[in-house]
């Protein structure tokens, strides 16, 4: 059995997959993830590439909505479950570096995740001693003169 903190990479590693899949960084994230569950065997590896392709495909043909909603959510559980099973299986020596190779591909996979924007539409507002908060990259268009 697993103890907490494997467990959450596991979780990461299985989120990093679906996140990492659609992007520019798949390539390097999708062969990371080959040699993380192949162990030096290239039939295993090869094996595992053909998996990966699957997840892709699947969450491209979801498209957006609750239907791809549901399959990001099979597909993390999915790879999950399959690093859980992955690090059980391991010794205690070996389990701690394939821990820091797969925190490697959850780091990779966050660097590569697209930022995310939000437009908010003040254009029919009128302020009076008000604040607005936020965190983040802002841009503030003073639109008084139209």
């Known amino acids: 059995m697993l103890v907490e903190g494997l467990i959450a990479v596991a979780a990461a ?3 990093a997959v679906v996140q990492a899949a659609g992007t520019d960084a798949w390539n390097g994230i999708r062969d990371g993830f080959a040699r993380l569950f192949g162990r030096g065997e290239p039939g295993r590896e090869q094996a595992e590439l053909e998996r990966l392709d699957q997840t892709r ?26 690093l859980e099973t992955l690090l059980e299986e391991l010794p205690a020596a070996e389990q701690q570096l394939v821990v820091a190779e797969l925190q490697a591909l959850v780091a990779q996979a966050e660097a590569a995740r697209p930022v995310e924007t939000v437009h908010n539409d003040f254009s029919q507002a009128s302020f009076t001693n008000s604040q607005v908060l936020g965190s983040g990259t802002m841009t503030v268009t003073n639109n008084y003169d139209k």
């Not at 495909?57 to 399959?82: F, H, N």
């Open 13 to 15: 590693g299985g989120s």
């Open 57 to 82: 495909s699947a969450l491209e043909a979801a498209g957006d909505g609750e239907d791809a909603q549901r399959v990001q959510i099979a597909q993390v559980a999915r790879w999950q479950t399959r």
